[in-house]
């Protein structure tokens, strides 16, 4: 392995925190489970390493136990692989190799002394969640927004309750430090950053669920994937964004838009009250009649009322007879009719218009599978669009009514699990000697048209994986399982 190549991996992450939640079933990183900090996470070690490599860290007592803490299992791999095909594991080797070569030539290891604000914060949250060792802050510094300067925090702090983040607002006021609260990731505006206090939300992972209802109270560490998973246990969903960012900061920040909204609506549709710490380090909820009126809309640039800590969030029950369909479609304008159509109708509960890129990204499980298949969908199918809906069978039903050709679950799980063949030459040239006066993607979308595609396609979890690297077909056959 070239010297260059952990480097690489390292500046390439993109702060996803996807490698923070068990979205594939595989576990976290066994070294995060007990520690708060972003540095014990993969993503945290790409930071570490990166920063290692310009030589803006030494090494310090923080970084010789992350690297140390890496069992190297080999988890964040498949984790980063699945969504970003970064391979992390070769820029953990290499952490561990530059520690341990440190150490064994007697190289110096700093030890971050203690001051007054240190002191300040470990008397609210106890010594172990509140530190000023480089190699933790460094990882709070950066992310890839492309308008913001790195910046290097002085503390970072992980609280775990209102409270404790009220004290730390007031201490902060009275040592006139900045500060910043952080969710799980980072910000595309470049907010998270400061050269004071990171109030880091990871360890406030609370949730209580109301069924009788509909509604969940959750904490501001609790990630959009977490409290989707505990709610669908009680046969609820609630409208949430990106999978591995914080629910309440996805409120804060964004109101919520997802193809969700279409039945679930945004920004105050999505919560019922919130628990707020103000700059002052007051605590406040929005149900208290001299709370600032955060649910009115003003056209103008606002400041935020304080750090939102907590949420009641609305639910949604679930029925039993929902399922994901396709509309593929070859116009942008056709395609956006169509969504807004199903919108005015309420037929469907997520309604979105997806690009040829997007799609076949999402259906790819590599860059090079999904440039072909981009080009196989317009070049061969006609497909440039496509309207994805779920609903139950009364919404899909109409639904066929209104749209020429449905991609339904089934077909599409036979096309992922077989899309290797699915765009070899030979296939290509059966399915263009099926055109007639319609866009192949309608014969191609025929039920009688499925029992051939089926026979032809021979779709399964190792035809998709055989297209991957050795080492990395046992961990996909099984999730190519879970997809389909």
Request: a neutral charge; glycine letters at 6%; one cysteine or more.
């Amino acid at each position: 392995m070239s010297l260059k190549e952990p480097a690489k991996i390292a500046a390439a992450c993109r702060h996803y925190a996807m490698c923070k939640i068990d979205y594939l079933g595989t576990g976290i990183c066994p070294s995060a489970r007990d520690k708060p900090y972003v540095a014990y996470y993969p993503q945290g070690r790409m930071d570490i390493y990166d920063a290692l490599a310009k030589k803006l860290i030494p090494v310090t007592e923080a970084l010789v136990d992350i690297a140390r803490s890496c069992s190297l299992c080999g988890i964040c791999d498949m984790q980063c692989h699945f969504v970003t095909e970064l391979r992390p594991v070769k820029v953990m080797q290499a952490l561990k190799a530059h520690v341990e070569d440190h150490l064994v030539r007697k190289g110096k290891v700093v030890r971050v002394e203690e001051d007054a604000v240190l002191r300040g914060l470990r008397k609210i949250v106890g010594k172990e969640y509140a530190t000023n060792d480089p190699a933790i802050l460094v990882t709070y510094a950066n992310d890839q927004f492309p308008l913001a300067d790195m910046q290097m925090p002085r503390y970072v702090v992980p609280p775990q309750s209102t409270q404790e983040i009220a004290e730390i607002v007031t201490l902060a006021n009275r040592r006139a430090v900045p500060y910043a609260v952080r969710g799980n990731g980072g910000s595309v505006f470049g907010f998270v950053f400061t050269n004071g206090i990171v109030v880091d939300t990871n360890r406030m992972k609370g949730m209580e669920i109301d069924p009788g209802n509909w509604t969940v109270t959750v904490e501001a560490g609790v990630t959009s994937y977490e409290l989707q998973q505990e709610v669908s246990k009680r046969g609820f969903r609630v409208n949430v964004a990106e999978p591995a960012a914080t629910h309440v900061g996805n409120i804060v920040c964004t109101g919520i838009f997802s193809t969700w909204s279409a039945s679930y609506g945004t920004a105050a549709d999505n919560f019922v009250s919130a628990e707020f710490v103000d700059r002052e380090g007051n605590i406040f909820s929005t149900n208290d009649k001299s709370a600032p009126n955060i649910f009115a809309f003003r056209h103008n640039v606002i400041s935020s009322p304080g750090i939102c800590t907590k949420a009641v969030v609305r639910m949604h029950p679930v029925t039993d007879d929902e399922e994901g369909l396709l509309v593929p479609l070859s116009d942008f304008e056709e395609a956006v009719s169509l969504a807004r159509t199903l919108s005015v109708r309420r037929l469907g509960l997520a309604i979105g218009v997806l690009g040829g890129h997007y799609l076949s990204t999402f259906i790819s499980p590599s860059t090079r599978l999904a440039d072909q298949t981009k080009a196989f969908l317009a070049d061969v199918l006609g497909i440039k669009y496509a309207v994805f809906v779920i609903g139950d069978r009364f919404a899909r039903s109409a639904i066929r009514t209104l749209a020429p050709a449905v991609i339904d679950q089934k077909t599409l799980t036979s096309l992922m699990l077989g899309l290797p063949r699915l765009l070899e030459h030979d296939i290509c040239q059966l399915i263009q000697g099926l055109e007639g006066d319609r866009p192949p993607y309608e014969l191609l979308c025929k039920e009688e048209v499925q029992p051939l595609l089926e026979t032809v396609l021979s779709p399964s979890p190792a035809m998709l994986a055989g297209a991957l690297d050795e080492d990395l077909r046992p961990w996909y056959e099984p999730c190519t399982h879970v997809r389909r």
